[in-house]
């Protein structure tokens, strides 16, 4: 259960499909930059018992919801405030197994939104898409994993970031319903190795193949993520229909 603002930024399902394409084991540690509200975060905590988890979130306000959420859904997590540009200097310290992000969507110059609070979510400011994967990749430890999910029209830039730095690449495409073009991208790659980059087939959110008043019910695979508290990994291999 998740403390969000009445007005502002509000999560969707992208934080809880981010968690759920994390593959992190007990024991291991966690930093989630940009974390908002914490729910990314805690989904995945809530998937996973025994991991360290960590945030870093720009917004003092925002900071406050995720320490609140935190603690009213008894999972310990560690949240400071900073810009991803300029991490403070107890995180910059630090090195984690798995860093995950959702990145603002929209370059800088496109039109700010009215509140505040939602436009520094969704709008880039000074740290540019880049700047974040650089931030995830200087955080995390070597063979450590980095999570994003970002627009599909976004990934030649992810890709270039990550080149020379990170390998073992795995990109899953998120689909409205089958058929229909991919709205978001995930994408995991681990920090200092070799590799192949590995596509896999669409993850479909709704069963029907096209839109219709009536349409709306997500797939089977969906809901296991979205009410079942599901991971998308199974054995070391993307889960994209139900096994």
């Known amino acids: ?9 509000r999560a969707a399902i992208d934080p809880v499909l981010l968690a759920a394409f994390v593959p992190a084991e007990s024991g291991e540690s966690v930093l989630e930059l940009g974390c908002g509200a914490g729910t990314a975060v805690l989904c995945l905590g809530r998937r996973v018992e025994g991991l360290a988890l960590h945030g870093l979130e720009i917004q003092p306000a925002y900071a406050a919801l995720a320490r609140r959420n935190a603690a009213e859904n008894g999972i310990a997590l560690t949240v400071l405030e900073g810009d991803v540009a ?6 910059r310290a630090a090195s984690f197994d798995h860093v995950l992000m959702n990145p603002p969507f929209h370059p800088s110059g496109s039109a700010p ?17 880049s700047d974040w994967l650089d931030a995830g990749l200087r955080r995390l430890r070597p063979g450590g994993r980095l999570a994003i999910i970002h627009a599909p029209a976004r990934l030649g830039e ?3 970031a990550l080149s020379g730095r990170a390998g073992s690449i ?4 998120v689909s409205p319903r089958p058929g229909a073009p991919a709205r978001r991208i995930l994408v995991s790659a681990r920090k200092g190795r070799g590799g192949e980059i590995r596509l896999w087939p669409a993850f479909t959110l ?8 009536a349409a709306g019910s997500y797939s089977s695979a969906a809901l296991s993520i979205l009410r079942g508290a599901g991971g998308l990994w199974v054995s070391g291999c993307v889960r994209v229909t139900e096994y």
Request: proline fraction near 13%; glycine fraction near 6%.
């Open 1 to 9: 259960m998740i403390w969000q603002p009445r007005d502002g930024y």
């Open 86 to 91: 300029r991490p403070p200097p107890e995180l």
């Open 113 to 129: 939104a009215r509140d505040t609070g939602r436009d520094t979510a969704h709008r880039e400011g000074e740290a540019k898409l």
């Open 158 to 160: 992810i890709l270039a």
């Open 170 to 173: 795995d990109i899953l495409p």
């Open 206 to 213: 709704h069963e029907e193949a096209s839109h219709s008043p």
